[in-house]
């Protein structure tokens, strides 16, 4: 037989014992291997489930301690209802702050109806009045009380600038008295007090409502 060119297959067709032989015995040594991968593979297994069962024991034990020191932490349930109760809370804070931006707009509205309505201001005391309202929450019932308090305030606010810008507190129709212009003089005293107003950058409509109130 010629060891070079021997293959398996020649090798079985002329020696099939000694083929069946060496398969016997990798069959055996398979059969060996595989058993001793079991036997590693369970006693892995007993040491994580050792390892495991410590574990368990450990946190048993520091429960217990805690316990005995009065140290216990909250129970599921109570977690439950920490949670519950804090969103609840930023669900109520929510619901609240549009309940106050809707309040917030409500008095704004509301205000400017009622500046708007007022009669004998300038639209600059209005637009100041207005503004001072914004951002506020004032109950309905009292919103017309503060308003009307705003509007005579502006009123009072402006006569004192006529008083010092020298228009003086006459009264057209009350009857001639000494202080009484005539028509000529009323007139050239207005123009001149227009341009002493204009000069103090007023607009044209708030001079114009300044003088109908005088």
């Known amino acids: 037989m010629d060891i ?3 293959t398996p297959e020649v090798l079985a ?5 000694l083929v069946t032989a060496i398969e016997a015995r990798a ?19 007993v040491v994580e489930y050792k390892r495991e069962q410590e574990a368990e024991a450990a946190k048993v034990a520091e429960e217990a301690e805690k316990a005995a020191n009065g140290e216990t932490g909250p129970s599921v349930e109570d977690r439950v209802q920490e949670a519950v109760a804090a969103k609840t809370a930023e669900q109520d804070k929510l619901i609240a702050d549009l309940r106050d931006k809707d309040a917030r707009r ?3 509205e509301v205000a400017t109806k009622l500046v708007q309505e007022a009669e004998g201001l300038t639209e600059a005391s209005r637009s100041r009045i207005i503004a001072g309202f914004v951002g506020q ?7 017309p009380k503060r308003v009307q308090e705003a509007v ?9 600038l006529l008083k010092e810008l020298g228009a003086g507190t006459q009264v057209r129709g009350a009857g001639a008295t000494a202080t009484t212009l005539s028509k000529d003089a009323q007139e050239a005293y ?4 227009r341009g002493r107003l204009e000069e103090s ?9 300044l003088m109908a109130v005088r």
């Open 152 to 160: 005579e305030a502006a009123k009072a606010h402006e006569m004192a």
């Open 27 to 45: 069959q055996e040594a398979a059969k060996d291997d595989a058993a001793k991968a079991i036997e590693t593979a369970k006693a892995d297994a």
């Open 190 to 193: 207005e123009h001149g007090f």
């Open 13 to 17: 067709e002329a020696r099939p014992d």
């Open 137 to 143: 929450i004032i109950p309905a019932a009292d919103l």
């Open 4 to 6: 070079a060119g021997l």
């Open 201 to 209: 950058g007023m607009s044209k409509a708030d001079i114009d409502a």
């Open 106 to 108: 409500d008095t704004a």
